[in-house]
């Protein structure tokens, strides 16, 4: 296989689903851990969290090990 200039070939890197903010107003997604309202919108992809357990998150990845 050798064709030069290929394009198209490598697909597009597929993004993680990420939460999409809610706009002023919108109906908010429920925290996936807790239930608590988060600031996505309501039929946001993946899954969203409150910026509690967001930042609880944060922590584990970062602090893991
Ligand atoms: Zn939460």
């Known amino acids: ?3 030069p ?3 198209g070939y490598c697909p597009a890197p597929v993004p993680a ?3 999409v903010r809610a706009e002023p107003g ?3 997604a429920a925290c996936v851990l807790c239930d608590e ?3 996505y919108a309501a039929d946001t992809p993946g899954a ?3 910026p509690r357990c ?3 998150q944060a922590q584990r990845g970062a602090c893991s090990g």
């Open 1 to 3: 296989m050798n064709e």
């Open 5 to 7: 200039g290929s394009e």
């Open 17 to 19: 689903a990420v939460p």
């Open 26 to 28: 919108e109906p908010v």
């Open 37 to 39: 309202p988060t600031e």
């Open 48 to 50: 969203p969290m409150c």
């Open 54 to 56: 967001e930042w609880q």
